[in-house]
């Protein structure tokens, strides 16, 4: 069975962090593409990071680039996301996802979705 959890939202004030992690398990962690998307209340999923299976490069949506960093343990089996300098526009549930591909930051392409955290930022 396919399981992806994530955990470490939370609420927090403006400009600060927060780190979330994702535990994988049920599938070879090594051959996918990591993600983390996000949902705020009346929007579209967004891809906001993903990390690549091969060379570990980095890809972020724009508008979280310099304040995010995504990273990946192989061996654990498990990625982050590390959010500095969080703003109230960040406010949304955080899900992680898999793909086998190279879809990286688009919702269409995930293989296995994970249940969401909620991180909340206040002004």
């Known amino acids: 069975e396919v399981q992806l959890q994530a955990s470490g939202g939370g609420l927090v004030q403006a400009g600060g962090s927060l780190r979330l992690s994702c535990v994988a398990s049920?599938?070879?962690?090594?051959?996918?593409?990591l993600c983390w998307f996000r949902q705020a209340p009346g929007k579209e999923r967004e891809g906001v990071s993903c990390i690549s299976d091969g060379d570990g490069r980095e890809y972020y949506e724009e508008s979280v680039k310099g304040r995010f960093t995504m990273s990946r343990d192989n061996a654990k089996n498990m990625v982050w996301l590390l959010m500095n300098d969080l703003q109230p526009e960040d406010t949304a549930v955080y899900y992680c996802?898999?793909?086998?591909?190279?879809?990286?930051?688009?919702?269409?392409?995930?293989?296995?979705w994970g249940k969401g955290t909620l991180v909340t930022v206040s002004s």
């Open positions: 049920g599938f070879t962690f090594d051959d996918y593409v």
């Open positions: 996802s898999a793909n086998w591909g190279s879809y990286y930051l688009d919702p269409n392409g995930q293989d296995y």
